[in-house]
């Protein structure tokens, strides 16, 4: 605490106590919350920094690996499986890039081999 013939001082920006909403009293100094919030800035971008840095970056398979892959185990259906080759690649990328899609509640898609719509894909 300081002594009462003494004024308080931030030790960052020197305002006095009667000049800030609140000054934070440390071993030997200061600090008001002008310079918290400062600081608490300066943290929170370095920080956003460093995550962003450390973000994993994944291998998104090219659509022709996706399919070839698929054509393993899939017998015929070659427009299905390219459509969904360069779905799942899209989808890798849109995750790899942070980007959200917005959907609209429970969308559905109805689909069938016919080109009917009796058949339903959630």
Known sequence: MARPNQITLCSFCGKSHSEVRKLIAGPGVYICDNCILVCKNVLDKELQAEEKKKAIKLDVPKPKQIKAALDEHCIGQ?????????????????????????????????????????IEIE
């Open 78 to 118: 070659d427009a299905a499986k390219k459509a969904l080759s360069v779905a799942v690649h899209n989808h890798y990328k849109r995750i790899q890039s942070g980007l959200a899609v917005k959907t609209k509640g429970d969308d559905k898609i109805i689909q069938s081999e016919s080109g009917g719509d009796d």
